[in-house]
């Protein structure tokens, strides 16, 4: 899948290869936990240990190019698995992801600033976040990665970008699933995710009804790029309300990584911007409500009111 040029950049950018189309890296959510200066919003929303989480993707390919994207993109572009593509076993992907985790943790060891405690449970993740790069889902073992972590005591936060509703609609159930909401409507979908499928539009709608039918918790994260797609929240409303996910996640676009040769510093909204889009978007979603914010990280957290 990875050309020797690709692996390399990867690598000069601190993923850790797990094999022949994963990868692991630490999260700087992970590293400032470990140095005691903060913790990553999803901590502080929903109480995952930000120093004992892993970040993984089992497939470093993706059918989508979004501007907004701050991964490398030299990886592969395709709508499914190719035929040619050898794939590596879940056991095989969780031992070397931790194998190269651990790797990549080894500097701390050194570093006066780590909590040596926590630097001690860094090494034994309890939770896995299936969102690293590419699209998780279409790896063809994803429901029985999912399965393993779990027998493991893992939890698993999967990231999909919506474009495989088949898949999400038989998935094995991860503590908690995300969907991106990066547009409102067709026009700035396309726009926006320069996805490689002729009907991306209806395969991400079909996918929002997926996962309204989902028995595990759900979230929609809005990534937010001003002056792109701060607008039409009635068609988020419409989007949103397909889904009906448990979180919304209204968060701002970053100028980091890739990113930077697709939009500039001034596509990154203040955090005072995107509360006030939260807030806008709460008064039109009778079923949510403000519940949490970290302005460090910039992005708000709707709940949907229970029944």
């Not at 993706?62 to 076993?89: A, G, H, M, Y």
């Not at 759900?218 to 002056?227: E, M, P, S, V």
């Not at 939260?278 to 914010?293: R, S, T």
Request: net charge positive.
């Amino acid at each position: 899948m990875l050309t020797k040029e690709s692996r390399q950049t990867l690598e000069k950018q601190q993923y850790g290869i797990a094999g022949r189309h994963s990868a692991v890296k630490i999260c700087s959510w992970t590293k400032k936990s470990i140095r005691n200066e903060d913790v990553c919003y999803k901590e502080k929303f929903y109480g995952i240990k930000s120093h004992r989480c892993m970040q993984i993707t089992p497939n470093l390919a993706c059918c989508n190019r979004c501007i907004f994207c701050w991964r490398d993109l030299s990886t592969p572009t395709v709508t499914e698995w190719k035929k040619e593509w050898q794939i590596d076993s879940p056991e095989e992907i969780f031992l070397k992801c931790l194998e190269e985790h651990r790797k990549l943790l080894i500097g701390f060891r050194g570093n006066e600033k780590a909590d040596k405690q926590k630097l001690a449970e860094a090494f034994e993740p309890n939770q896995v976040a299936i969102s690293l790069s590419g699209e998780p889902v279409l790896y063809p073992k994803i429901n029985q990665l999912i399965k393993l972590l779990k027998e493991k005591g893992m939890s698993t936060f999967l990231v999909t970008n919506g474009q495989y509703p088949d898949i999400l609609e038989n998935i094995e159930l991860p503590s908690q699933l995300y969907i991106s909401i990066d547009a409102p409507n067709k026009e700035l979908f396309e726009k926006i995710e320069q996805s490689a499928h002729p009907d991306a539009w209806e395969r991400f709608n079909r996918s929002l009804e997926a996962v309204r039918k989902l028995k595990c918790k759900t979230a929609a994260r809005i990534t937010l790029i001003k002056n792109v797609n701060m607008e039409d929240l009635d068609g988020y409303k419409q989007l949103i309300q397909k889904a009906m996910p448990n979180y919304i996640e209204v968060k701002a676009y970053m100028f980091v990584g890739s990113s930077r040769q697709r939009l500039t510093i001034k596509h990154m909204p203040y955090h005072e911007e995107v509360k006030q889009f939260a807030i806008e978007l709460e008064k039109i979603l009778p079923d949510y409500k403000i519940v949490d914010e970290k302005a460090e990280s910039r992005v708000v957290l709707l709940e949907k009111i229970k029944d």
